[in-house]
């Protein structure tokens, strides 16, 4: 589970998390690891990337969900990892030592915090002098969708507007070489990068459900009405034709 992200959002997101891998979603901080370093990958999920972080190399996967980490140590203990641990903890209270990381990474976690400055942070406090900082991070304001209809664009808004009310921001990408100058690294390089995470009806149906559900929530009595629109564009954009998606993902990397 992503820290600060509501959860709820069923078994394609899990799927989803689980598909990744670092040949993909890592390839921009392969270049910082080495033999005998300890690697963090904060906001593991399932592990399915921090299986592949690294080698030779101590790793510890981090995630606030028990249940993503429990699946995570089930796949290192198929795939015969034993210098690969998992544990649950928070990304703003890391159970590391000031100063004894030496690459901290992290995948598609950034934007779904409400604190991300203090989360970077943290993660500087565990690094040490020296140590080097990847951070992966999504712009839904720079994703490429064809076409983007009215319906696409109303049912994004409402995507949008979920990830806000959980306390995150889908544009981070925007900030986030920012924040971490904030945070105190230094040696910050930034890049965006455009991938097919999905396809444009898969996203299609992810969004709606996860408006759906929304409005069904008797709980969720913010912006029900604004929602409830949004997930009638999404169904109408889920009812339509095929088109192109990719997502801007915008990878980081500086020193501590």
């Not at 990892?81 to 950034?110: C, E, G, K, N």
């Not at 009215?150 to 900030?175: C, I, K, S, T």
């Not at 396809?199 to 969720?220: G, H, I, M």
Request: with cysteine; proline share 4%; hydrophobic share 45%.
């Amino acid at each position: 589970m992503l820290e600060g992200y509501a959860p709820g959002y069923g078994r394609d997101a899990v799927s989803m998390m689980s598909a990744r891998t670092a040949a993909e979603r890592a390839a921009f901080a392969q270049p910082l690891f080495g033999p005998g370093m300890w690697v963090v990958d904060l906001g593991c999920g399932p592990g399915s990337i921090t299986l592949g972080l690294a080698a030779g190399s101590r790793v510890a996967g981090v995630d606030v969900d028990a249940g993503q980490v429990a699946m995570a140590r089930d796949a290192a203990r198929r795939a015969g990892r034993s210098t690969v641990d998992f544990v649950v903890a928070s990304a703003y209270d890391l159970p590391f030592a000031a100063a004894s990381v030496d690459v901290a990474f992290s995948h598609a976690l950034i934007e779904h915090l409400s604190r991300p400055l203090d989360a970077l942070a943290e993660l500087r406090r565990v690094l040490k002098p020296g140590g080097r900082l990847a951070l992966s991070t999504s712009d839904w304001s720079k994703a490429r969708l064809r076409p983007k209809t009215a319906n696409v664009d109303a049912a994004l808004r409402g995507h949008y507007l979920l990830r806000r009310q959980a306390g995150g921001n889908p544009f981070a990408g925007r900030v986030i070489a920012d924040q971490c100058a904030t945070a105190g690294f230094t040696e910050i390089v930034s890049r965006a990068r455009y991938r097919s995470d999905m396809s444009y009806r898969d996203l299609a149906k992810y969004v709606e459900a996860r408006l759906s559900e929304a409005v069904a929530n008797p709980d969720f009595g913010r912006n029900r009405d604004q929602l409830a629109s949004a997930a009638r564009s999404a169904l109408t954009w889920v009812r339509g034709g095929d088109g192109d998606f990719s997502q801007c993902w915008v990878e980081v990397t500086a020193t501590r």
